[in-house]
């Protein structure tokens, strides 16, 4: 949650996840945490903040411009993948602190309300930007006159005043942090505008789909393995360049080639985003993992393979805005009946995929439980009603399986002693 919060002001996951370390990765060694799975958290609650409401990152507006619709369209299209993307989190979390028998820390804070009371006005312009968005304004517009109220409420509290001074030095670091974003989207504009003149772009399209359409004659396979390896071509580019660029890039190679198999502008457009960012997390550059384990100490790789754990559903839950017409329930477009339907299914989903990464269910699972969660995640995900079915019996089996031996052993669930010894060492 503080991830959450941090990055919505932040729009970096490496600035956040940096930031929350410094503070929070003491709480979690003494509470048992490896170094490794402390900077795995960290990664994901930095990458979770670009991929939430109601900021998202710099390419959400670029979106908007795209399919000509309102930023508050997007936000709405974001919202549910981002409750399905913490559910993830939020079960791997609590699998791993009982697996590992993670223990209670006492922190003295404050009262949150007390905090809340006192600073919560910083907020303000962060909604402001919000509301003057929905309002119509331009989004240029919006964060100036939300600048403009974060600087007027400041006045109001002689604590933390900004003077014309520190006004003038807040301005110019903004304008300084904001040339890399020009420089880059500048150069993206370059590269765009040569791939659409020269044609590449729609020849680079057809490619990805002939590549599909040589494994196999069916359209759904097609489609499937196209957003697949239109998803690798994504995590590639975003290996080389920030976020923004990736984005308009892919948008311009590889989105026609989705579009050309039937899907919508904005079940195309949200997949590229989510696959742009969670570049930052992929190995074998993953920003936000290296950060992370700098704060930690613990080994860069490692600290990669725990975050991929904890970000799993973010890399799935995507091929289901595609793969299927349905998916696009999950973009909040369809029916209230479709919308809960779809997602209902992909949370069943990502708690299947929960049980296979954390292995923990009511008590450790094992491999014959995992090995039904695989198929489960995968059907549940295609959102069609067949599939939807077949996940649901395989979950289930998956459950009953884990029950009817836990209730077989009989035994208490003890947590192992190289658990108490790993943490021990930690300690």
Known sequence: MAGFLLGTVSGSGTATAVSLGSVTWPILRRAGYTREQGGGVLAAAGIGAILSPPTLGAAAFIIA????????????????????????????????????????????????????????????????????????????????????????????????????????????????????????????????????????????????????????????????????????????????????????????????????????????????FYYAVLSEVSPPTALAAVAAAAITGGNALGTMMQTLRYALPAFLVPLAFVITDNGEALLAQGSVAEIVAATSSSALAVVALAIVTGGWLHGPVRWPERALCVPAALLLLYLEPAAVAAGACCLTAAVGLHLLRRSRVGAPLVISQDVHSRSEESR
């Open 65 to 272: 411009e795209y399919l000509q619709t309102s930023y508050l369209t997007v936000l709405v299209y974001a919202t549910i993948p981002t409750l399905l993307y913490y559910l993830g989190i939020i079960l791997a979390i609590e699998m791993d602190a009982r697996r590992h028998g993670a223990r209670p820390v006492e922190v003295q804070t404050p009262p949150a309300g007390r905090l809340l009371l006192r600073f919560g006005y910083h907020f303000l312009s962060l909604a402001g930007i919000i509301v003057f968005m929905a309002l119509g304004m331009s989004a240029l517009r919006a964060v100036v006159y939300a600048t403009a109220l974060a600087w007027a409420l400041s006045v109001l509290d002689p604590a933390h005043r900004i003077g014309p001074r520190r006004l003038v030095e807040a301005l110019a670091a903004g304008a300084r942090g904001a040339l890399a974003v020009a420089a880059t989207c500048a150069a993206a504009g370059v590269i765009v505008a040569m791939v659409t003149l020269t044609g590449l772009g729609l020849n680079l399209a057809g490619i990805i789909v002939d590549a599909a359409g040589a494994l196999t004659d069916d359209r759904t396979l097609v489609l499937l393995m196209t957003a697949v390896f239109a998803g690798g071509a994504i995590t590639l580019l975003g290996l080389a360049v920030p976020v923004t660029a990736s984005f308009i890039i892919a948008a311009v190679i590889i989105g026609p080639a989705l579009k050309s198999l039937g899907v919508a502008d904005p079940a195309v457009y949200m997949f590229i």
